[in-house]
């Protein structure tokens, strides 16, 4: 087995910053470390994967709650995969959401620049359909 490494080493070595490292022990994600005898964290082999996971788990976008749930499957692995099949899918559904919202805002803009003369403001189709759809909210009543 390795040397288990200080945080320093753990951050440089996963690309996950040293806060972020004692937040996910904070609140669960990674469990706490064994400590030297100078009261410094010490992170195993094990303790790295587990971070590994959960940074990729991160740049997938994937919520706290949802790693928590998918190291808990990973943690049991007898269990069905079925549960980290229905995460995965609500993830999927949430980035295809997100990118059809951004495809309309792209046509929006495009729209919105062709129709733009270049002339004066008072021409200027940009500052016109802002205008048109920038309808005071009223807070919702609960």
Partial sequence: ?????????????SGVKV?????????????????????????????????AFIRHARELGFEVDAIRALLDLQDNPQRSCTEADVIARARLADVEHRIASLTALRKELRRMITACAGGSVSECMVIETLAENSQLRTPEKG
């Avoid at 972020?20 to 064994?34: A, F, V």
């Fill in 1 to 13: 087995m390795k040397e288990a490494l200080p945080i320093g080493q753990a951050a440089a070595q």
């Fill in 19 to 51: 806060p972020t490292i004692r937040y996910y022990e904070q609140i669960g994600l990674l469990p706490s470390p064994l400590r030297s005898e100078g009261n410094r964290r010490l992170y195993s082999e094990a303790e790295m994967r587990r971070l």
